[in-house]
């Protein structure tokens, strides 16, 4: 089946309930959970230490590079920091906060959210519409998930279109996952706005306060990233650290989204699926996502929990630090319900997983044979 594109698409509507069983009884045990005295307060303290220690850490590394003149294993190092410090800005500050789940206050979020623009080079005016919007609401749903569509280079879903040289993605598309941070760097959020939609979700071009913030923050963020080293640096130095140290967090970024949609347990859908009545949103989001390494405390830390991806995605405005302690009642309530829950125990299963499935989807990719007779 051929992905949904253009006019077509936007006849095409995908609806979901809100209500439900399932979805009623999840929200009330897990409220009642967090409602224990406390328990809320703490898991919001442990949410804002992380912001310190990831910006600290990337400024920490900045400043070596620009003022203490390191050897090539220091810079090494130091570029090692800043690509840390990067990568939990992105899965423990910018997330949460783009989300609505680290204040109250939604200007505060925002203020926090800008993290995005000034320290990774992207837009977070577009990434609310392209994350909070297109995936949260449509999660695998094909031709209006947009993280899911990355034709013609490769196909994630059974209802994209096919080329013959998917039947290789499973192989070349892993070195691929780590330019997809410069795409967005360089053009992705200005084509965005171009377009007008990602996906098929409108993008509102930014005025006022969210246009400055755009400007100042591409500004703030080509000045310390670009425009401050070349006044240390030959500028093919910059250039590499600068691509090197970005592919290596696009990576990281890109697989563990991979991880948690783009496998074997994961279902996908096509608008068609929603022609007779509405789907229930929360088992939809937990049939398309799938948790990994659910023990593994280190990747829960640094990935922001975003390793919980089927609690994230039920509860996407609560402070991550919760997702833990929430799995097993989500879990619990699933298994009462009939809803299917998948969990990867291991990080090599839930890479295994997603390998056989980049091969099965380019598999169905080839042409097939003919015969004449």
Request: glycine fraction near 8%; proline fraction near 5%; charged fraction near 20%.
């Amino acid at each position: 089946m051929a992905e949904i594109s253009g006019e077509a698409a936007a006849a095409v509507r995908v609806r979901f309930t809100n209500g439900g069983a399932f979805a009623h009884d999840v929200r009330r045990e897990v409220e009642r959970f967090l409602d224990e005295p406390g328990r809320r307060r703490r898991a919001r303290i442990k949410l804002l230490v992380k912001a310190p220690i990831g910006v600290g850490a990337m400024m920490v590394g900045w400043a070596i590079l620009i003022f203490a003149s390191p050897g090539l294993v220091a810079a090494l190092a130091a570029l090692a920091i800043m690509a840390a410090g990067s990568l939990l800005t992105a899965f423990c500050v910018q997330h949460d906060a783009n989300h609505g789940a680290t204040f109250k206050a939604r200007r505060w979020n925002y203020l926090l959210g800008w993290t995005t623009d000034v320290m990774l080079g992207i837009s977070s005016h577009a990434w609310r519409v392209k994350h909070n919007v297109a995936h949260h609401t449509y999660t695998n749903v094909i031709g209006f998930d947009h993280d899911i569509a990355l034709s013609p280079i490769a196909r994630f879903a059974p209802g994209q279109s096919s080329h013959w040289w998917y039947r290789l993605q499973h192989v070349y598309v892993w070195p691929l996952y780590a330019f997809m941070g410069l795409r967005w760097q360089i053009a992705g959020d200005v084509l965005a706005f171009g377009r007008g939609r990602i996906g098929q979700s409108r993008v509102r071009p930014p005025r006022g306060w969210d246009l400055a913030a755009l400007v100042g923050g591409k500004v703030m963020f080509v000045g310390w990233a670009i425009v401050v080293p070349l006044l240390v640096y030959p500028w093919w130095q910059v250039a590499l650290g600068f691509v090197g140290a970005t592919c290596v967090i696009s990576l990281v970024m890109a697989v563990t989204f991979q991880l948690a949609h783009c496998v074997e347990e994961a279902s996908f859908a096509t608008a068609d699926d929603f022609a007779g009545e509405p789907r229930s949103w929360a088992e939809h989001e937990v049939e398309t996502t799938v948790d990994f390494c659910p023990r593994n405390r280190f990747l829960t830390w640094s990935l922001g929990g975003l390793n919980y991806q089927i609690e994230h995605h039920l509860f996407p405005r609560i402070p991550h630090t919760h997702y833990p302690d929430i799995a097993p009642i989500v879990r619990a309530v699933c298994a009462r319900h009939s809803v299917s829950y998948a969990a990867a125990p291991r990080l090599r299963d839930a890479l295994r997983s997603h390998f056989r499935h980049l091969k099965a989807m380019g598999a169905r990719g080839e042409a097939p044979d003919l015969e004449l007779g």
